[in-house]
């Protein structure tokens, strides 16, 4: 059974910093696709950052690019998201999510995903 848990979020102010933590069992992260998607109130969920199992290849979006960095660790079989000079707007519950084809990351239809977390950053 697969199982996938954040953990990492709560509160911070403008210009902080979290690293959300997704740690799998039931499936090896340097094998599948992997992601951290987000979903604010009244907003769709967006993929925020991918991380491809062929060279460990990443991908973020234009809205976190150079303040979030996806990483993982093999070793303890957990995914990261690093994330620096956090904005109001990025306020959101993150989730993380994993499928064994990245098209379905990019698609936002992967098999297997989290509880979710809350991040909240206040001005």
């Known amino acids: 059974q697969v199982q996938l848990v954040e953990s990492g979020g709560g509160l911070v102010q403008a210009g902080g910093s979290l690293r959300l933590s997704c740690a799998a069992s039931?499936?090896?992260?340097?094998?599948?696709?992997m992601g951290w998607f987000r979903q604010a109130p009244g907003k769709e969920r967006e993929l925020v950052a991918r991380?491809?199992?062929?060279?460990?290849?990443?991908y973020s979006a234009d809205s976190v690019k150079g303040r979030f960095t996806i990483s993982r660790d093999n070793a303890k079989n957990t995914m990261y998201l690093q994330m620096n000079s956090l904005k109001p707007e990025d306020t959101a519950v993150y989730y993380c999510?994993?499928?064994?084809?990245?098209?379905?990351?990019?698609?936002?239809?992967?098999?297997?995903w989290g509880q979710g977390i809350q991040v909240t950053v206040s001005s």
């Open positions: 999510a994993a499928d064994s084809r990245l098209g379905r990351i990019v698609a936002g239809t992967a098999d297997y």
């Open positions: 039931g499936l090896t992260v340097s094998s599948y696709a």
């Open positions: 991380i491809h199992w062929i060279g460990g290849i990443t």
